[in-house]
C-alpha cells in the first residue's frame, strides 16, 4: 500500500505531478505557479520538472488567465489555473459565468470544457483585505459549474486527480488555512464519487454538516460533546454543487436534528439552501429546526478580528446546544 502522511498543500501538489505524468494534455496557469511554486508552494517542483511549456507564470491578469484556459480546452488541453487569492477571482467571474459555465449547453453538448479553476479561499491567516474570502456560493449559484472543496489531504489527492478528468469545468475550492494539516493518503486506493458527502465521524444526536476548513472544527466540537455525553455525527459535505442531499437525509433521519457550518456569510449560503432541501425532505423526522453557523453578513474583517469573525468551537456547539434543547 502506498500510504504516507502529507499535508494538504503536498497532496494537491503529488495529484497535479501524477496528473501531468499522466496526461500531456494537463497544463498549469497562474500568478507565480511557475518558478516561484505558487504563493503557498503548492505547485513547487512542477516548473523545474515540466518546463516552461506545461507550467505557465501568467500576468496578472485573471480574467485573462481563464479566458485562455477556455481557448486550451476548446483545443483539447485540459487546463489546471490557480487563482492566487480567493478574493482575486472577480475579476475573472465574467469569463467564469458567462462563457466557461454555459458552453456545453450553447454548444448543445457538442463540446467539453474541462478546465479546473483552483481558488485558496477562508480565513485563519491573518491576512489583508481580499485574502480570506469564503465565495463559494457565487459559483455553486451557477448552473454548469462544479463547486467543491476537500478538507484533509487523501481527499485533497482524490478529489483533484478527479477534477482534472472531468470533462466539466470545476471550481476546486482549497482550505489555505489547513494547508499544513497533516493527513494519511493512500495513493493506490479507489476513491469514492467527486461529489459523494462522507460521514467522518458517527453519532446519534445530533449531525453536524461542514466542508473544507470547518470539518475540523465541526470534528472538535464533536469531541468536546462526548465528554457531556452527547453523541454528534459529523458529515463532509466535500461538494457544494451538486450536493449529496441523500447522504445529508439518511443522518438526519437517524440523528433528527442537524447544524450547518461554513466559514461564508449565513445569509444566502450553502447552509440556507441545505436547511430548505432536509426541511423539505425530513419534516416528519425533525425535533428541532435546522440551524446555521458561519460568518456573519459584513465584509471580512481586518486580521486582528477574524477570530471573532469566523465560526469556532464555541459557536458550533452553542448551536448544538440550541438544537437539542428542543
Same mark, same amino acid.
Given at each position: 500500500?502506498?500510504?504516507?502522511?502529507?499535508?494538504?498543500?503536498?497532496?494537491?501538489?503529488?495529484?497535479?505531478?501524477?496528473?501531468?505524468?499522466?496526461?500531456?494534455?494537463?497544463?498549469?496557469?497562474?500568478?507565480?505557479?511557475?518558478?516561484?511554486?505558487?504563493?503557498?508552494?503548492?505547485?513547487?517542483?512542477?516548473?523545474?520538472?515540466?518546463?516552461?511549456?506545461?507550467?505557465?507564470?501568467?500576468?496578472?491578469?485573471?480574467?485573462?488567465?481563464?479566458?485562455?484556459?477556455?481557448?486550451?480546452?476548446?483545443?483539447?488541453?485540459?487546463?489546471?489555473?490557480?487563482?492566487?487569492?480567493?478574493?482575486?477571482?472577480?475579476?475573472?467571474?465574467?469569463?467564469?459565468?458567462?462563457?466557461?459555465?454555459?458552453?456545453? !449547453?450553447?454548444?448543445?453538448?457538442?463540446?467539453? #470544457?474541462? @478546465? $479546473?479553476?483552483?481558488? /485558496?479561499?477562508?480565513? %485563519?491567516? &491573518? +491576512?489583508?483585505?481580499?485574502?480570506?474570502?469564503?465565495?463559494?456560493?457565487?459559483?455553486?449559484?451557477?448552473?454548469?459549474?462544479?463547486?467543491?472543496?476537500?478538507?484533509?489531504?487523501?481527499?485533497?489527492?482524490?478529489?483533484?486527480?478527479?477534477?482534472?478528468?472531468?470533462?466539466?469545468?470545476?471550481?476546486?475550492?482549497?482550505?489555505?488555512?489547513?494547508?499544513?494539516?497533516?493527513?494519511?493518503?493512500?495513493?493506490?486506493?479507489?476513491?469514492?464519487?467527486?461529489?459523494?458527502?462522507?460521514?467522518?465521524?458517527?453519532?446519534?444526536?445530533?449531525?453536524?454538516?461542514?466542508?473544507?476548513?470547518?470539518?475540523?472544527?465541526?470534528?472538535?466540537?464533536?469531541?468536546?460533546?462526548?465528554?457531556?455525553?452527547?453523541?454528534?455525527?459529523?458529515?463532509?459535505?466535500?461538494?457544494?454543487?451538486?450536493?449529496?442531499?441523500?447522504?445529508?437525509? !439518511?443522518?438526519?433521519?437517524?440523528?433528527?436534528? #442537524?447544524? @450547518? $457550518?461554513?466559514?461564508? /456569510?449565513?445569509?444566502? %449560503?450553502? &447552509? +440556507?439552501?441545505?436547511?430548505?432541501?432536509?426541511?423539505?425532505?425530513?419534516?416528519?423526522?425533525?425535533?428541532?429546526?435546522?440551524?446555521?453557523?458561519?460568518?456573519?453578513?459584513?465584509?471580512?474583517?481586518?486580521?486582528?478580528?477574524?477570530?471573532?469573525?469566523?465560526?469556532?468551537?464555541?459557536?458550533?456547539?452553542?448551536?448544538?446546544?440550541?438544537?437539542?434543547?428542543?
Amino acid at each position: 500500500m502506498a500510504v504516507q502522511k502529507l499535508p494538504i498543500a503536498k497532496a494537491i501538489n503529488e495529484s497535479l505531478r501524477k496528473a501531468m505524468e499522466t496526461d500531456p494534455k494537463v497544463l498549469i496557469m497562474g500568478e507565480d505557479v511557475g518558478k516561484l511554486g505558487g504563493v503557498f508552494r503548492v505547485t513547487d517542483g512542477l516548473f523545474k520538472d515540466f518546463g516552461e511549456d506545461r507550467v505557465i507564470d501568467t500576468p496578472l491578469a485573471e480574467s485573462g488567465i481563464v479566458g485562455t484556459a477556455i481557448g486550451l480546452a476548446l483545443r483539447g488541453y485540459r487546463p489546471v489555473v490557480e487563482i492566487q487569492f480567493d478574493g482575486f477571482v472577480f475579476p475573472a467571474y465574467d469569463q467564469i459565468v458567462t462563457q466557461l459555465a454555459k458552453m456545453h !449547453a450553447r454548444a448543445l453538448g457538442k463540446i467539453k #470544457l474541462p @478546465v $479546473v479553476v483552483r481558488i /485558496p479561499y477562508g480565513g %485563519g491567516i &491573518g +491576512a489583508v483585505e481580499h485574502h480570506s474570502e469564503s465565495p463559494e456560493t457565487l459559483f455553486a449559484h451557477v448552473a454548469g459549474l462544479k463547486v467543491v472543496s476537500p478538507s484533509n489531504a487523501s481527499d485533497a489527492y482524490w478529489m483533484m486527480q478527479q477534477a482534472i478528468q472531468c470533462d466539466d469545468p470545476v471550481i476546486f475550492f482549497e482550505p489555505k488555512r489547513r494547508y499544513w494539516d497533516k493527513g494519511e493518503l493512500d495513493t493506490e486506493a479507489i476513491p469514492g464519487p467527486l461529489h459523494a458527502a462522507r460521514t467522518v465521524r458517527d453519532g446519534s444526536d445530533l449531525t453536524l454538516v461542514a466542508y473544507g476548513p470547518m470539518v475540523k472544527v465541526c470534528l472538535e466540537a464533536a469531541a468536546a460533546a462526548q465528554e457531556e455525553g452527547k453523541s454528534i455525527e459529523v458529515v463532509d459535505l466535500r461538494s457544494m454543487s451538486p450536493i449529496d442531499f441523500d447522504a445529508i437525509q !439518511a443522518s438526519v433521519e437517524r440523528t433528527r436534528r #442537524l447544524v @450547518v $457550518v461554513h466559514e461564508a /456569510p449565513v445569509f444566502y %449560503g450553502a &447552509g +440556507a439552501e441545505i436547511a430548505a432541501r432536509i426541511t423539505e425532505r425530513c419534516f416528519y423526522h425533525l425535533e428541532a429546526p435546522v440551524l446555521r453557523v458561519g460568518g456573519y453578513h459584513a465584509p471580512y474583517p481586518p486580521a486582528r478580528l477574524e477570530e471573532e469573525y469566523l465560526p469556532g468551537l464555541d459557536r458550533v456547539l452553542d448551536a448544538v446546544d440550541r438544537s437539542l434543547a428542543y
